[in-house]
């Protein structure tokens, strides 16, 4: 199996147990042509989730690519131009953190974040209350 695909696995089924373990009620689309990976039930409100794993840069950073394809094809979307997404987790394995990021707080972005304990993106850790 390619690694990159193995690896994107493993996080959606980290993110699917994490999710559980803060009483969570989490979906999965049927399909693959969605830019969301799953959907989550708070029990107040539905939110769709692209789901991420950071990867250390040349610089020591945890980068996130929040450029996204669509399955088998070539189209590129940026995730923050489309609301079929509400929230950006990302699996920061470093940290041992998840950041649930609201799409709102990284709208017009067309590259990459860098996700840390301190800085914009810190109050985002473990956000599993989805706020």
Not at 16 to 29: G, N, T
Not at 39 to 59: A, P, W
Not at 79 to 104: G, H, K, M
């Amino acid at each position: 199996m390619n690694e990159k695909l193995k690896n994107g696995y493993v996080t959606e089924q980290k993110f699917i147990v994490e999710a559980m373990q803060h009483d969570l009620a989490v979906s999965r689309p049927i399909t693959n042509t969605e830019l969301y990976d799953f959907i989550i039930d708070t029990g107040d409100k539905l939110y769709k989730v692209q789901v991420k794993k950071s990867f250390k840069d040349k610089k020591d950073r945890n980068i996130v690519c929040i450029r996204s394809s669509y399955p088998r094809s070539n189209i590129r979307h940026y995730l923050t131009e489309t609301s079929n997404v509400d929230f950006l987790a990302v699996d920061c394995r470093e940290e041992n953190n998840w950041y649930v990021i609201p799409l709102d707080v990284i709208k017009g972005i067309k590259s990459n974040i860098a996700v840390r304990k301190i800085g914009e993106y810190a109050k985002y850790i473990n956000n599993w209350n989805f706020k």
